[in-house]
């Protein structure tokens, strides 16, 4: 996507890309660095759907990172839906992974992105000061795993949103993202499921509710036909929502 001429009336979205094999020190989406102090870094692997011998097969093809690792499928949804808005704009790229795929993603929709290591993102303010010098009006997290630092929080007011995969505020806090949530829903034989769009506090997945969707689940749903669904929720409600916060 290629960046607009500067008008007075350009809204401009900056998107924080996660990567989905990492959790580090955190628990859920949305909170901040000083919930974080109180939990144990960890890092670990995280392959949605796929059995260990399917992961070795995608490593030596080359294919495990692409798909798995900052994949970028929501940025790339949101910077298409918005291709040609002469109103709105996708800014900007951050990832917390130097080599994740959205980055290509980024590249060949013409979107500037930069790589932040967890020393800048946490204990500088080089992130802040970016945002601001770019005059973003909204930052959008899309797969974004770690908390967010409260510098951030007090520069961008009610100007940070985040997607959460189940209707809260029914599964959500810690330990509560990914395939977690939809194991726990399937677990509980929940008759229904869906997708809540948040502003992000310093508390876990506890903002202000901006627009929630469901879909109905039955007895024959597994955790791989929730996580379809959420998806297709997804796909259709988070760039909707995105323009109508910019309106």
């Not at 929080?153 to 993202?177: S, V």
């Not at 726990?184 to 929940?190: C, F, G, L, N, S």
Request: neutral net charge; aromatic residues 10%; proline residues 2%.
């Amino acid at each position: 996507m290629k960046r607009s001429i500067k008008r007075w009336n350009l809204k401009k979205i900056f998107v924080i890309a996660g990567v989905a094999a990492m959790v580090a020190g955190f628990a859920g989406c949305g909170g901040t660095k000083k919930d974080a102090d109180k939990t144990t870094e960890i890092n670990v692997g995280y392959f949605n759907n796929v059995t260990h011998a399917q992961a070795l097969y995608m490593k030596a093809q080359g294919t495990l990172d692409k798909a798995f690792d900052g994949n970028g499928s929501n940025f790339q949804q949101i910077c298409e839906y918005f291709q040609g808005n002469a109103d709105i704009t996708v800014d900007v790229l951050i990832v917390n992974k130097e080599k994740a795929y959205v980055r290509q993603r980024a590249h060949h929709l013409g979107v500037e992105n930069y790589y932040f290591n967890r020393e800048d993102f946490y204990h500088t303010n080089k992130l802040v000061d970016l945002l601001l010098s770019r005059e973003v009006d909204l930052i959008v997290l899309a797969g974004f795993l770690w908390l967010l630092p409260e510098n951030l929080l007090a520069a961008f007011p009610n100007k940070i949103i985040n997607i959460h995969p189940a209707l809260l505020p029914n599964y959500g806090g810690k330990g509560m993202y990914g395939h977690n949530v939809h194991e726990a829903v399937i677990a509980a034989h929940e008759r229904e499921s869906g997708i809540t769009i948040h502003y992000v506090n310093e508390h876990y997945d506890s903002g202000d509710i901006i627009f929630q969707a469901k879909c109905t689940l039955s007895n024959r749903d597994t955790v791989e036909s929730l996580e379809e669904k959420i998806h297709l929720l997804e796909k259709e409600y988070y760039p909707k929502t995105i323009e109508r916060l910019l309106q």
